[in-house]
């Protein structure tokens, strides 16, 4: 892979755009070093077909997006479901934990 890009690694959000020149924003489901290639599920795009569809791109088609330390209780349930949607259990938990945490800091 390359230097200058940052690492990438499972589960990292990313964006770019396709092939097809649609702008995609999503996160990594796997990767081949070998390939030097990613599979992105789609969450966001301009094509709204690509939506939830796990797409496969080349490392210099994506570029990480910084995850932002501090999240919303919006953010926090839009994530859930989309947890929910990925069957991700471990991220469900992760992010509802987070999301309780925050509702109780409130009250």
């Known amino acids: 892979m390359k ?3 940052a ?3 499972t589960s990292d959000w990313v964006k ?4 097809h020149g649609e702008l995609i924003i999503g996160f990594i489901d796997s990767m081949s070093m ?3 290639a990613v599979n992105v599920v789609v969450v966001e795009s301009d094509n709204e077909e690509m939506i939830g569809k796990t797409i496969p791109m080349s490392v210099n088609q994506v570029e990480s997006i910084p995850m932002i330390q501090s999240k919303g209780a ?3 349930e839009f ?3 989309l947890a929910l949607a990925t ?3 471990e991220w469900f938990e992760e992010l509802s934990a987070e999301l ?5 800091a409130v009250n």
């Open 3 to 5: 230097n200058d890009k």
């Open 7 to 9: 690492i990438l690694k």
């Open 16 to 19: 770019g755009i396709s092939r």
């Open 34 to 36: 070998v390939q030097e």
């Open 74 to 76: 919006g953010e926090l």
């Open 79 to 81: 994530l859930i479901d």
């Open 87 to 89: 069957g991700d259990k």
């Open 100 to 104: 309780n945490s925050k509702k109780q």
